[in-house]
């Protein structure tokens, strides 16, 4: 596979959360607005850049039965880097993201490079890969919360497009679950046409 | 009269799948039949009591007396997934039936976010050891309760006709869009 293909799948053919519905935890609960999801999108791609590169790096000397804790660990390494530097730099973004931060952890897109492409392949596909999705995932994170954003309030990254109160209903809980309903629904049938 | 509060907060008013988006994957994932719902719900109660019990007890007497907090993240993870390990091997050994029922859900909770998500709650809203026990079986209640309706629901979804678009996550995001939306009546409640 060509390194271009390898790190363009990512986006759609391979959208972590569109068409492999993996992460959706993160995807719902912190997409209320825009530059929330570009954030959670954003810190994720760390993340997962940085796990598969170690994890392809030393895939050599990690013994097959005790692959899984190992990757968890060196994932939550910089889980906690993200975190202490968020917490130091952006604390506005990461009181809106809370929870969601130290559940980097348990995303499985994250572990799931890990051991499907990272512990297999070189350093540099691994590397891509890892950039890849986490873009793709960052995609999908600030499309949905773009369209939550501008269904609730009208305005996209605080800008403004129309006025008035907007449905209230997107910005909260159902709003997540309806709103990328009917992306993955829209995803689906522009697929299909193509 | 505190832990009535802090059940029903937690079963109806902040359900941690339907407001909190907690442990979503499972959620879709093993919500098509009934039965393998209640497994799953079963395996969640067990794990989750059982973590925020070990979490709290590490959090409390060794990180904070250490002042090495901001290792929460990577210490709860690994307690967390050897807990579900030595659970699958104990149950292995002292209940045969048991792990039948639950032992192909145990390895999936490792990440399920649910598990980790209640044992930070636990921490950050500073309840005691009880009330950490309390909350975290009135979450697996309520993921209990939140699984079952939707797998439910699912089983109909599969004798309708949805249109060919919508067939598969689709619908069934929106059906949890509306059960969440039916959930937010309780809010105000405590």
Same mark, same amino acid.
């Given at each position: 596979?060509?390194?271009?293909?390898?790190?363009?799948?990512?986006?759609?053919?391979?959208?972590?959360?569109?068409?492999?519905? %993996?992460?959706?935890?993160?995807?719902?609960?912190?997409?209320?607005? #825009?530059?929330?999801?570009?954030?959670?999108?954003?810190?994720?791609?760390?993340?997962?850049?940085?796990?598969?590169?170690?994890?392809?790096?030393?895939?050599?000397?990690?013994?097959?039965?005790?692959? $899984?804790?190992?990757?968890?660990?060196?994932?939550?390494?910089?889980?906690?880097?993200?975190?202490?530097?968020?917490?130091?730099?952006?604390?506005?973004?990461? #009181?809106?993201?809370?929870? =969601?931060?130290?559940?980097?952890? *348990?995303?499985?897109?994250?572990?799931?490079?890990?051991?499907? =492409?990272?512990?297999?392949?070189?350093?540099?596909?691994?590397?891509?890969?890892?950039?890849?999705? @986490? +873009? @793709?995932?960052?995609?999908?994170?600030?499309? +949905?919360? #773009? *369209?939550?954003?501008?269904?609730?309030?009208?305005?996209?990254?605080?800008?403004?497009?129309?006025?008035?109160?907007?449905?209230?209903?997107?910005?909260?809980?159902?709003?997540?679950?309806?709103?990328?309903?009917?992306?993955?629904?829209?995803?689906?049938?522009?697929?299909?046409?193509? | &009269?505190?832990?009535?509060? $802090?059940?029903?907060?937690?079963?109806?008013?902040?359900?941690?799948?339907?407001?909190?988006?907690?442990?979503?994957?499972?959620?879709?994932?093993?919500?098509?039949?009934?039965?393998?719902? !209640?497994?799953?719900?079963?395996?969640? &109660?067990?794990?989750?009591?059982?973590?925020?019990? /070990?979490?709290?007890?590490?959090?409390?007497?060794?990180? !904070?007396?250490?002042?090495?907090?901001?290792?929460?993240?990577?210490?709860?993870?690994?307690?967390?997934?050897?807990?579900?390990?030595?659970?699958?091997? $104990? %149950?292995?050994?002292?209940?045969?039936?048991?792990?039948?029922?639950?032992?192909?859900?145990?390895?999936?909770?490792?990440?399920?976010?649910?598990?980790?998500?209640?044992?930070?709650?636990?921490?950050?809203?500073?309840?005691?050891?009880?009330?950490? /026990?309390?909350?975290?079986?009135?979450?697996?209640?309520?993921?209990?309760?939140?699984?079952?309706?939707?797998?439910?629901?699912?089983?109909?979804?599969? %004798? &309708?006709?949805?249109?060919?678009?919508?067939? @598969?996550?689709?619908?069934?995001? /929106?059906? #949890?869009?509306?059960?969440?939306?039916?959930?937010?009546?309780?809010?105000?409640?405590?």
């Amino acid at each position: 596979m060509s390194q271009l293909k390898n790190f363009t799948k990512g986006f759609i053919k391979e959208n972590p959360v569109f068409v492999l519905l %993996l992460g959706l935890c993160p995807a719902l609960g912190v997409t209320t607005s #825009a530059f929330n999801g570009l954030g959670m999108g954003l810190a994720t791609t760390f993340v997962l850049v940085s796990s598969n590169s170690v994890v392809s790096l030393i895939k050599n000397q990690i013994p097959d039965k005790v692959r $899984i804790p190992s990757f968890i660990v060196i994932i939550a390494s910089f889980v906690t880097i993200v975190q202490l530097v968020m917490e130091a730099f952006l604390p506005d973004l990461f #009181a809106a993201l809370g929870l =969601f931060i130290p559940l980097i952890v *348990v995303n499985c897109v994250v572990l799931g490079r890990a051991e499907a =492409f990272a512990s297999k392949k070189d350093f540099k596909s691994s590397l891509i890969d890892g950039l890849g999705m @986490g +873009l @793709g995932f960052a995609f999908a994170l600030t499309l +949905l919360g #773009a *369209v939550r954003e501008l269904l609730g309030s009208g305005a996209i990254f605080g800008f403004s497009f129309i006025q008035g109160d907007g449905m209230l209903v997107f910005v909260l809980a159902p709003g997540a679950f309806i709103g990328l309903g009917y992306l993955i629904a829209l995803l689906n049938m522009i697929k299909k046409t193509e | &009269m505190e832990y009535i509060l $802090i059940i029903i907060g937690a079963v109806f008013v902040n359900n941690i799948v339907l407001a909190q988006f907690l442990g979503i994957c499972p959620y879709m994932g093993v919500s098509s039949k009934v039965s393998t719902s !209640v497994g799953m719900s079963g395996a969640v &109660m067990f794990v989750m009591t059982l973590a925020t019990v /070990v979490t709290y007890l590490i959090y409390n007497y060794i990180l !904070v007396p250490f002042g090495v907090t901001y290792l929460q993240t990577i210490s709860y993870i690994l307690v967390i997934s050897s807990l579900v390990q030595m659970v699958e091997i $104990i %149950l292995k050994k002292v209940s045969p039936a048991l792990f039948q029922a639950l032992g192909i859900f145990l390895p999936l909770i490792t990440t399920n976010c649910a598990v980790l998500g209640v044992a930070i709650l636990t921490v950050q809203k500073e309840f005691n050891l009880l009330e950490g /026990v309390v909350f975290a079986i009135a979450n697996a209640i309520g993921f209990a309760l939140a699984i079952l309706l939707f797998a439910g629901i699912r089983e109909h979804l599969d %004798l &309708m006709g949805v249109p060919k678009g919508m067939q @598969g996550a689709p619908v069934a995001l /929106v059906v #949890a869009g509306i059960l969440a939306l039916a959930f937010m009546g309780f809010a105000g409640l405590v």
